[in-house]
Structure formats: structure tokens, C-alpha cells
């Protein structure tokens, strides 16, 4: 079931089981934009139901945050006009080019191109890809576009950061709402997971500078601002404690010296990232 969110939006909540996240619609009175299209057609095609029982509006727009295949494998259940940034043209283009039968599958696994829990996903969405199609983005933008629905508009940002290149945010200003796709999570593709401090120290102020009272992330709840300023904080916090470490028990020691206790689970992983971030660069 969707859930509204002011006057124009309604979102469907994020599925774990098989990492769907979380979708939306902008409903203008001319247009309606559907943020992400879904990690399969049937997780598209269920949006689409749900959303009869709320508008009479078709969705004619899609706009994608970023190219990770559970945000686009629904695009070929949409009859809409695709909207992305020019990376995420490019990756998709990319992913036309592959095989997705289970061996071909494993086999990229193998190479690193593709990582362990995205492999175990999709063979859980989509036991069957024989009808799998990739789509491309119709429109694409170099850093921002604007789209008027009738009476709501979307703005269309460019972001970037450490888990896609190509990250998008979608700001619905006369709603003060922010679609932030994964722009806040770390790197899944390098080998480790990893956060690399100055792109994400950017890709936080850019979140910061909307002026909005609700936040979502694909991938968890729809928060406030001060629910989601709380946790950019913490990671403007651990990524000084870590900056420029490559030992996790100086890291360790620094965060007991300036926060007087031990980091609980979710800083430790925190900190780990940052940590792994530092060694890439170490390296580079």
C-alpha cells in the first residue's frame, strides 16, 4: 500500500527480502513522475497497481538516481518517458551488453565486476531473466533538470559520491521533500566496502543545502530533517576520527579519546568504511 506524503507524493516502502527500494510518485496535475522504476518489472508493475488506488494519473515520467540494477530492471514494465544523468545512460548501455543467465552472472562475480549480494538478489527477484531487457534513459542531463508536473515541480540534481558515480537527487520544492537514492552509501564495487571522505564530506553539503522537511533513502524510512541531519553528523563526526588513518587501532583509540567510550556496532562498521577508504588512497 502507498503511503502519501503532503499532497502530491506517495511512496511505497522498501523490501528487503529481495532489496527493492523504495518508489514514488509525484502526481501534478499534467504529469506524473515515478521515482526509480523498481528492481524488476513485477516490483514496477506493483507500484503501478498500487497507484490506481490513489490517482487517476498514469505515470509519463520516470526519472532514475542512479544505474545499480534494482533501481532500473523495472523499466521495461513502464510505458513512460525515462529521465537520468548522462553516467547512468552510459552505465545502462553497459549492462545491454551483458548476459544475465546464472552463469554469466557467477562469472562476473568471479571477475568483480558484479559483488556477491547483488548475484544472491537477483537470482531471489528474478529466478528467471530469460525476458529481461535493459532500457536506456530517453532524456539525460549533465548536471540538473527541472520538470514542471502542473502545479508541483521536480528538480533533478546531479550528486555523485562514493556509491555511484551517477547519483541523482530528486527535490520536490513545493513539497519540501528530497529523494536521495543511495547517495549517502558507501563504495560496494572496489573490492571492500569503503567511504572516501572528501566526496562524501561534498555530496553532504549539497543534502544539507535543501530547503526540506522530509528525506528518503532507497534503501531505509522516510525521515525528517532532524532525523536525517542526526546521522549526517555522525558520519561528518566518524570521518574526522578517521581521517587519514590506516590502522584501526589508532582509529579506535582516537574515537575512545574524543567520544569517552568503545564505538557500538553501527560506528564500528561506520569507521571500518572510512578506514578502507584511507587504504584505497594509500594506494592510489
Same mark, same amino acid.
Given at each position: 500500500?502507498?503511503?502519501?506524503?503532503?499532497?502530491?507524493?506517495?511512496?511505497?516502502?522498501?523490501?528487503?527480502?529481495t532489496?527493492?527500494?523504495?518508489?514514488?510518485?509525484?502526481?501534478?496535475?499534467?504529469?506524473?513522475?515515478?521515482?526509480?522504476?523498481?528492481?524488476?518489472p513485477?516490483?514496477?508493475?506493483?507500484?503501478?497497481?498500487?497507484?490506481?488506488?490513489?490517482?487517476?494519473?498514469?505515470?509519463?515520467?520516470?526519472?532514475?538516481?542512479?544505474?545499480?540494477?534494482?533501481?532500473?530492471?523495472?523499466?521495461?514494465?513502464?510505458?513512460?518517458?525515462?529521465?537520468a544523468?548522462?553516467?547512468?545512460?552510459?552505465?545502462?548501455?553497459?549492462?545491454?551488453s551483458?548476459?544475465?543467465?546464472?552463469?554469466?552472472?557467477?562469472?562476473?562475480?568471479?571477475?568483480?565486476?558484479?559483488? &556477491?549480494?547483488?548475484?544472491?538478489?537477483?537470482? *531471489? +527477484?528474478l529466478?528467471? %531473466? =530469460?525476458?529481461?531487457?535493459?532500457?536506456?534513459?530517453?532524456?539525460?542531463?549533465?548536471?540538473?533538470?527541472?520538470?514542471?508536473?502542473?502545479?508541483?515541480?521536480?528538480?533533478?540534481?546531479?550528486i555523485?559520491?562514493?556509491?555511484?558515480?551517477?547519483?541523482?537527487?530528486?527535490?520536490?520544492?513545493?513539497?519540501?521533500?528530497?529523494?536521495?537514492?543511495d547517495?549517502?552509501?558507501?563504495?560496494?564495487?572496489?573490492?571492500?566496502?569503503?567511504?572516501?571522505?572528501?566526496?562524501?564530506?561534498?555530496?553532504?553539503?549539497?543534502?544539507?543545502?535543501?530547503?526540506?522537511?522530509?528525506?528518503?533513502t532507497s534503501?531505509?524510512?522516510?525521515?525528517?530533517?532532524?532525523?536525517?541531519?542526526?546521522?549526517?553528523?555522525?558520519?561528518q563526526q566518524?570521518?574526522?576520527?578517521?581521517?587519514?588513518?590506516?590502522? &584501526?587501532?589508532?582509529?579506535?583509540t582516537k574515537f *575512545? +579519546?574524543?567520544?569517552? %567510550? =568503545?564505538?557500538?556496532?553501527?560506528?564500528?562498521?561506520?569507521?571500518?568504511?572510512?578506514?578502507?577508504?584511507?587504504?584505497?588512497?594509500?594506494?592510489?
Amino acid at each position: 500500500m502507498l503511503k502519501p506524503i503532503g499532497k502530491h507524493i506517495y511512496y511505497l516502502d522498501h523490501q528487503p527480502d529481495t532489496d527493492r527500494p523504495l518508489l514514488a510518485a509525484v502526481v501534478g496535475e499534467k504529469h506524473c513522475l515515478m521515482i526509480d522504476s523498481g528492481n524488476s518489472p513485477a516490483h514496477a508493475e506493483l507500484f503501478q497497481v498500487e497507484l490506481q488506488n490513489v490517482t487517476e494519473k498514469k505515470i509519463d515520467i520516470v526519472a532514475l538516481t542512479h544505474w545499480h540494477w534494482d533501481h532500473t530492471f523495472g523499466l521495461q514494465a513502464i510505458d513512460a518517458v525515462s529521465v537520468a544523468h548522462d553516467l547512468t545512460k552510459a552505465r545502462l548501455k553497459e549492462y545491454q551488453s551483458f548476459a544475465w543467465d546464472n552463469e554469466a552472472l557467477d562469472q562476473r562475480v568471479r571477475d568483480g565486476i558484479e559483488i &556477491e549480494f547483488c548475484q544472491e538478489m537477483i537470482k *531471489k +527477484e528474478l529466478p528467471d %531473466r =530469460s525476458n529481461l531487457h535493459i532500457q536506456t534513459p530517453v532524456i539525460t542531463f549533465d548536471k540538473s533538470l527541472e520538470v514542471d508536473l502542473g502545479g508541483i515541480s521536480c528538480r533533478i540534481e546531479h550528486i555523485g559520491g562514493d556509491h555511484a558515480e551517477d547519483s541523482s537527487v530528486i527535490y520536490i520544492p513545493e513539497e519540501k521533500m528530497v529523494f536521495l537514492g543511495d547517495c549517502l552509501s558507501p563504495d560496494f564495487y572496489s573490492g571492500s566496502w569503503s567511504y572516501d571522505s572528501s566526496k562524501l564530506e561534498k555530496v553532504i553539503e549539497q543534502v544539507r543545502s535543501y530547503n526540506a522537511n522530509w528525506y528518503a533513502t532507497s534503501h531505509d524510512h522516510v525521515e525528517t530533517k532532524a532525523e536525517l541531519f542526526k546521522y549526517l553528523d555522525q558520519l561528518q563526526q566518524l570521518s574526522k576520527i578517521a581521517e587519514d588513518y590506516l590502522s &584501526e587501532q589508532e582509529m579506535l583509540t582516537k574515537f *575512545k +579519546e574524543e567520544v569517552h %567510550r =568503545s564505538p557500538n556496532e553501527e560506528e564500528k562498521e561506520l569507521l571500518d568504511y572510512f578506514l578502507q577508504g584511507n587504504r584505497k588512497k594509500e594506494k592510489q
